[in-house]
Nanobody
C-alpha cells in the first residue's frame, strides 16, 4: 500500500511563510506527477500546484509568484513553499501522487494539513 504523509501546516500571520512537505512511502515503483490541492470551508477543492517527475511545474494563478513546488525524487517527497500568505490561502492542503505500485498507476492522497492565516 502507498501512503502519503503531510507535515508543515499551521497558523501564520498574513505576509508570512510556511513550507509543506509530503512524503510517499510503501511499495512504490515510480511516481509521475505530484502536487497539492486545497479546500477551504464551503468551497470546492482547488488545484494549487503540480510537478512532474521531470520537474515541470504548474500553478494556479493565485499562487504564481508566491508559492514554489519542488520535489526530491530520491525521497519520494514533494514540497510547497508558500510565501506572502494571504487570508484567502487558508484551507486544508492535500498532497497527491500519481504512482506506479502493485502493477498499476493510481492516484494517492494525503490526509490533509490545515493552513490558517491570521490578519
Amino acid at each position: 500500500q502507498v501512503q502519503l504523509v503531510e507535515s508543515g501546516g499551521g497558523l501564520v500571520q498574513a505576509g508570512g511563510s510556511l513550507r509543506l512537505s509530503c512524503a510517499a512511502s510503501g511499495s512504490i515503483f515510480s511516481i509521475n506527477d505530484m502536487g497539492w490541492y486545497r479546500q477551504a470551508p464551503g468551497k470546492q477543492r482547488e488545484l494549487v500546484a503540480t510537478i512532474t517527475s521531470g520537474a515541470t511545474t504548474t500553478y494556479v494563478d493565485s499562487a504564481k509568484g508566491r508559492f514554489t513546488i519542488s520535489r526530491d525524487n530520491a525521497k519520494n517527497t514533494v514540497y510547497l513553499q508558500m510565501n506572502s500568505l494571504k487570508s484567502e490561502d487558508a484551507a486544508v492542503y492535500y498532497c497527491y501522487a500519481r504512482a506506479y505500485a502493485r502493477l498499476r498507476f493510481d492516484e494517492y492522497w494525503g490526509q490533509g494539513t490545515q493552513v490558517t492565516v491570521s490578519s
